[in-house]
């Protein structure tokens, strides 16, 4: 027996086999039917053969809609996370490739840190140097040499102190939870192979290709055929990407505002928000504890009982507070580990150039203020892949005469004495680099002493063709950012802004020394002390800044585009319930407003709600925001913003978007990038 349902809606004209105006839909639901598990029923229908042609079809034609493999998925979100990561990843066999060696790298990370702790015995090492046996056994470095030195011991492994065991029985522990998650998701990852391949109509081949944009269009068709969410008749492009990102936008919005709240005081630096990677992982670790549920949030965020909200922000405190003990029992084993790993990511760096630690980019901090909501990451890499250059341009418009001077002076002397010591180092091969110099270190030692010096004075002096253009450069960075500060507007070329701008756009050493200090200090600090505190303004967020869709869940208003002072009643769109009020919420942040450091927070929000916007048209020119059922309650952006030139005008003209044609992989990015 079968239950049979007709429907007309309107297709999605342009690609494939949704070229036409209206097709009527059946649904057949429990039907008996011989055609593989998944596969759509068709009739009259022909599918475009890749993405570059399109075959007519009729303006009626009955679609038979089959419970099967794709039919109402679970977890709807998932589902398009990994649809997209397959995307991102370009194809199954980069992700399997990916994560094994990830894993690996985390094996070689431990076994070189135990084989540069335990395993070299320095002592020994040093003796075997100093006091040579005859004959050729002192170049035996495994083996006793004739004074009984062993310098490389692997013996040493099963002799260790028993902190050292639990510590490596800590790691390999989450080593083999992580690896098991990871063959657990693999088939995951195979059956969207398939639906890439048989649903989509695109093979491994072609997604290396693909835009973005075709494969939502793909995914908006399918929900029509297939009813991926039987909660939605259709979906559009913002839907799509906002069920991808819903966490994400959510921490957008959360650390533009809680970030300033954090900010720490550190011995002879100016006041500054540290939002590191280890900090951003264990915030967001609680938050999906305590807060998430699913494609939810907690149903105690939007009680009307105080004493709800005071459970949830008390169990907030609590999670804080445990994984800042956590950390401080786990941190030497975390730093050790992070140190190595970065050294080892970036050693062709240092061995082409030692001046990689010189180079800047924006910190993890400044991803968040700069990242647009509802925009997926391969579109953020790029505009931020953007901004690289005329920012470091803007930089070094600042650099003082006085200090190229001096630069140019010490790579002069340095690069005279680095030039004669590479010189007597062929002539004497490693008889003289081996041989103490000054202070008892040998020339290959000071040979690379002097690289580091002469890379950092060579990075302070500016390019010849430099023209001190400042409100220009700083424009081109903002183009593509989106970030406009008012206090940086006709202040281009003030130091105040050159600190501010620098705070956010950030040395690698320094990004990376902020990193090892917020594992060892500031992680643990921030997450027993300071964050507790906060737990109550964290709950008011959610509650205000937290759209109810009556069927796909919580999301980030700002996501759904509507402006901070909208009030939306889902009484309107069927949904019966509503989200926090814009005067409650007006009065709530008002109260709050000194904790934020005055207007920076709230100024902000109509220049990033009107970048997202128009980054997001740029991306998909066919999205029609007056056919979504919140258009009443969405920016006016929306639909003011032309759609063959979204960019043109965003932010009342404060800045104009670049064409985006760089294909940035996420590990060109640095350690810190989002």
């Known amino acids: 027996s079968s239950h049979t349902e007709t429907r007309t809606c309107r297709a999605r004209p342009g690609i494939g086999s949704m ?50 493999r794709w039919w109402h998925q679970q977890d709807i979100d998932g589902f398009f996370k990994n649809v997209y990561h397959h995307y991102d990843a370009k194809g199954l066999m980069n992700i399997v490739a990916k994560g094994v060696l990830d894993h690996l790298r985390v094996v070689f990370v431990v076994f070189i840190i135990l084989l540069m702790t335990v395993v070299i015995d320095y002592n020994q090492l040093n003796n075997h140097i100093e006091n040579k046996c005859p004959g050729n056994n002192h170049s035996q470095l495994t083996v006793a040499d004739c004074h009984g030195n062993v310098p490389i011991d692997f013996g040493r492994l099963i002799r260790m102190p028993w902190p050292v065991y639990i510590v490596l029985l800590v790691i390999l522990v989450v080593w083999m939870w992580s690896f098991v998650i990871f063959l657990a998701y693999i088939p995951r990852c195979i059956d969207t192979r398939d639906f890439f391949e048989q649903e989509l109509r695109i093979n491994t081949r072609r997604v290396q290709t693909v835009s973005w944009d075709a494969v939502v269009e793909r995914l908006i068709e399918a929900q029509q055929r297939l009813q991926l969410c039987t909660a939605v008749k259709d979906f559009d492009e913002l839907d799509i990407t906002n069920l991808i990102t819903r966490q994400r936008n959510f921490h957008i919005a959360l650390y533009r505002e809680l970030g300033p709240r954090l900010t720490v005081h550190l011995p002879f630096m100016k006041p500054r928000v540290i939002v590191s990677d280890s900090l951003r992982w264990n915030i967001e670790q609680v938050l999906n504890r305590v807060i998430f549920d699913g494609n939810h949030l907690d149903p105690a965020v939007f009680s009307e009982y105080p004493n709800e909200h005071a459970k949830l922000a008390a169990g907030l405190r609590w999670r804080f507070q445990w994984f800042g003990v956590v950390n401080v029992l786990l941190s030497p084993g975390i730093l050790l580990i992070r140190l190595a790993y970065f050294i080892f990511h970036n050693s062709d760096s240092l061995r082409k150039s030692t001046g990689v630690l010189a180079a800047r980019q924006w910190s993890p901090y400044a991803c968040y203020l700069l990242r647009n909501y509802s925009e997926v990451e391969h579109v953020f890499r790029q505009r931020l892949a953007q901004t690289l250059e005329p920012s470091n341009r803007y930089v070094n418009l600042f650099v003082s005469e006085s200090v190229t001077i001096a630069a140019r002076f010490v790579v002069f002397v340095v690069g005279g004495f680095f030039v004669a010591l590479t010189i007597l180092g062929f002539i004497y091969d490693e008889d003289f680099l081996f041989a103490n110099l000054v202070l008892g270190r040998s020339v290959i030692w000071w040979t690379g002493m002097l690289g580091l010096v002469l890379a950092a004075s060579q990075a302070a002096i500016p390019k010849d063709d430099l023209r001190p253009d400042f409100a220009g450069t700083l424009a081109e960075v903002t183009a593509a950012s989106g970030y406009v500060p008012d206090q940086w507007k006709g202040e281009e070329e003030n130091l105040e802004t050159f600190d501010e701008f620098t705070a956010l756009f950030q040395l690698k050493g320094v990004t990376f020394l902020e990193e090892l200090l917020s594992i060892l200090i500031l992680t643990p600090y921030i997450l027993i002390f300071r964050l507790p505190h906060e737990s109550d303004f964290i709950v008011q967020f959610f509650k205000a800044r937290t759209y109810r869709h009556p069927h796909l869940g919580d999301f980030c208003k700002y996501a759904c585009f509507h402006p901070a002072n909208t009030e939306v009643e889902l009484s309107q769109m069927g949904g019966g319930s509503t989200m926090g009020g814009a005067a409650a919420e007006s009065q709530y942040w008002g109260e709050q407003s000194h904790h934020t450091e005055g207007s920076f927070a709230r100024e902000s929000y109509a220049t990033r709600l009107d970048h997202s916007i128009a980054t997001f048209k740029r991306q998909h020119p066919n999205w029609r925001p007056e056919r979504r059922p919140d258009r009443m309650h969405m920016s006016a952006s929306c639909s003011e913003l032309p759609e063959d030139e979204a960019a043109a005008g965003a932010a009342q003209g404060h800045f104009r978007l670049p064409p985006t044609k760089l294909h940035i992989r996420p590990d060109e990015m640095g350690d810190s990038q989002l």
């Open 19 to 68: 070229a036409s105006a209206d097709s009527r839909y059946t649904r057949l639901l429990g039907s008996t039917d011989t055609s593989p598990a998944g596969s759509p029923q068709v009739q009259g229908t022909d599918y475009a053969d890749g993405l570059g042609g399109s075959f007519p079809r009729p303006a009626e034609t009955e679609v038979q809609v089959t419970a099967g």
